[in-house]
């Protein structure tokens, strides 16, 4: 996760219509990651074939390097417009401090509402939102040339998890992306570091899904829900560190 990620790399995030990620963290910054993150959504959404027509349209990709002179560390991060509103995610998925994402809008014409539309009938998987994210965690060169991906079970978050799963949803404010992101890096380095099965972590914004918000009587974001194994508890407001993280979600 976020907290193995080495001084120089580069990552690339791929989201889909309906929010699902997959990504990945290169430190030998190989060039194929596109088609692969596209043949991973084909594999685990059940595709007819890898939808590559997301790629101009909904890629966020950093680059980070220490220059050899001066030991400064530089950071380059930019999305597309329609993977913009995922920043947040984005720093704490590549281990980042309140980057601020640049857009990139050099493929306006292949992001156009009708054409990216025009795709539904054929990809309707790819508007649900599964409250799937995947890492890929490494790619290897078979004899053919072809490539394979090693996925880690505990890497792939599915809304429909195993039984004695742990469940969460996040509730957050979208017009608060410093808080918000401040919890999914505690989030995510907590819950790989303490959790031994697989589990669930579903983000909901409330100023976008009221609804939601309202059914689940949130008062306050962020405000973090443990939906099983019960009994269901909250955690509300922000959390300063791991170890109180932690405590929080050890207590029973």
Same mark, same amino acid.
């Given at each position: ?11 690339i995030?791929?989201? !889909?219509? =309906? =929010? ?10 190989? *060039? ?36 050899? !002179?001066? /030991?400064?560390? !530089? @950071? ?42 025009s #795709?539904? *009938? ?7 939102? #599964? ?13 053919? =040339?072809?490539? @394979? ?9 599915l ?5 004695? *799963? ?7 404010? =979208?017009?608060?992306t ?10 995510? !380095? ?6 031994p ?30 939906? /099983? ?7 509300v ?12 979600? *050890?207590?029973?």
């Amino acid at each position: 996760m976020a907290n193995s990620v080495a001084a120089s790399f580069k990552g690339i995030a791929l989201f !889909t219509p =309906g =929010g699902d990620c997959v990504y990945c963290i290169d430190e030998q910054k190989r *060039a194929r990651w596109h088609l692969d993150l596209c043949a991973t959504l084909q594999s685990y959404l059940g595709l007819a074939e890898p939808p590559y027509f997301l790629l101009p349209c909904f890629t966020a990709t950093v680059d980070r390097w220490v220059n050899a !002179t001066t /030991s400064a560390t !530089t @950071t380059v991060a930019e999305a597309y417009p329609r993977a913009l509103r995922f920043q947040p995610l984005l720093n704490a998925l590549f281990g980042l401090d309140h980057v601020q994402w640049q857009p990139n809008y050099g493929s306006a014409e292949e992001c156009s509402v009708e054409l990216i539309e025009s #795709h539904r *009938a054929t990809f309707p998987q790819l508007w649900e939102c #599964h409250d799937l994210i995947i890492r890929v965690e490494q790619v290897t060169a078979t004899s053919t =040339g072809s490539f @394979t991906e090693s996925l880690p079970p505990t890497e792939a978050l599915l809304s429909a998890p195993p039984p004695q *799963a742990y469940r969460f949803k996040l509730f957050v404010s =979208g017009v608060d992306t410093a808080a918000t992101e401040q919890m999914l890096r505690l989030l995510y !380095t907590t819950l790989e570091a303490s959790l031994p099965n697989a589990y669930t972590l579903q983000v909901i914004d409330v100023t976008t899904h009221p609804d939601e918000a309202e059914a689940a009587q949130i008062s306050a974001t962020p405000t973090l829900v443990q939906i /099983s194994p019960e009994p269901t508890r909250r955690i509300v407001g922000n959390v300063l560190n791991q170890e109180q993280m932690m405590q929080l979600l *050890a207590a029973r």
